[in-house]
């Protein structure tokens, strides 16, 4: 018997007097609703599980579905949105160009999510020397470009990159306007799938870590803020209840990624999901404040970022800052 998602996620329940309340009803336009951003990558798909499974349909903020890493990270720096799922290294880039981030949670690591993909007659790297590569400049592919020709020794000079986002990225393959494409999530597995791409490189292959996360700006309203641990919430439920019920869930995000249920099982497979323990913990680590030190010289030597980052640079949100005004609902309190 599936597990029953409503038992995994605390809910608010009816209270009129109290400005949680209120947020959840819609009952107070003066109020802010938190626009969250997310592009597409299977790491991100627990949320929309469990707006999916949400029956009461009662969740405060908005997801903004954006086709690319670069139009969410847009979006979270002209204002549109409150809260964002990207790659840290996108975050690192955001905060570098002078916007405050607080980070919520790290969602997930790729292990091979992430990759490079050529045309069916292209079957090596050496290959691809003086053809077209598109990846997207303001994404995670800048860095896994870099890395993918440390790892095979070549220069950058040694191929012709270009831009291609990730909603071009089918269609310009499709054509045959590159020979290769550093690409990720769905598309990465359309390209494989359906255009018969080869893999070339993927992130299990390099020495570093890709983590992707959920932050926030620093300067939410109030009413923001209090929608903010209901996000945290429902991603994390979403995600154990993925994992109790993997088989319907598969089927659903199929359905909404439009991928087969077995094309999404090999993909959750390169993803390694951090739950809310395994991922507080792991950002109150020293191994963390290590890891974005290497990776902030690392971008910086690259030139992706202006200024050296370091681990303070994020705050971390204080989720249980908001216990002091939650509400004891009539029915069994949140």
């Not at 790491?43 to 469990?50: N, S, T, Y």
Request: charged share 20%; glycine share 4%; aromatic share 8%.
């Amino acid at each position: 018997m599936s597990t029953t998602f409503d038992s995994l996620i605390r809910r608010p329940a009816r209270a009129c007097t109290v400005l949680l309340s209120i947020l959840l009803l819609g009952a107070c336009q003066e109020q802010t609703q938190l626009r969250v951003a997310v592009s597409p990558w299977l790491g991100f798909e627990p949320v929309h599980l469990a707006h999916r499974l949400d029956a009461n349909q009662q969740s405060p903020y908005q997801l903004i579905e954006l086709t690319t890493p670069s139009h969410v990270v847009h979006s979270l720096e002209t204002n549109q949105v409150g809260a964002a799922f990207l790659s840290l290294d996108q975050a690192i880039r955001v905060v570098d160009r002078g916007l405050d981030l607080q980070l919520l949670a790290i969602t997930d690591q790729s292990y091979g999510a992430d990759a490079l993909v050529s045309q069916s007659h292209i079957n090596t790297s050496a290959e691809l020397q003086e053809q077209t590569i598109g990846y997207e400049s303001n994404s995670l592919g800048a860095l896994l470009a870099a890395d993918w020709l440390e790892y095979d020794g070549f220069s950058a000079e040694q191929f012709v990159f270009v831009e291609a986002k990730l909603d071009e990225q089918l269609r310009l393959f499709r054509d045959g306007d590159v020979s290769a494409l550093l690409s990720a999530g769905p598309v990465k597995s359309r390209l494989i799938d359906n255009l018969n791409g080869n893999l070339l490189f993927d992130s299990s292959e390099s020495p570093r870590i890709y983590y992707r996360a959920l932050v926030v700006r620093k300067d939410l309203s109030e009413s923001e803020k209090l929608q903010v641990k209901r996000l945290v919430s429902d991603h994390f439920a979403g995600q154990q209840w993925m994992f109790q019920n993997l088989v319907e869930a598969s089927k659903l995000i199929a359905r909404r990624t439009q991928l087969y249920s077995r094309e999404v099982d090999s993909e959750i497979a390169r993803i390694q999901y951090y739950n809310q323990e395994q991922s507080e913990s792991l950002i109150n680590s020293i191994d963390f404040e290590n890891y974005i030190q290497n990776l902030s010289q690392r971008m910086h030597s690259l030139g992706l970022i202006n200024n050296n980052f370091a681990a303070e640079d994020f705050s971390f949100f204080e989720l249980e800052a908001l216990d002091s005004i939650k509400v004891k609902a009539e029915d069994g309190g949140v």
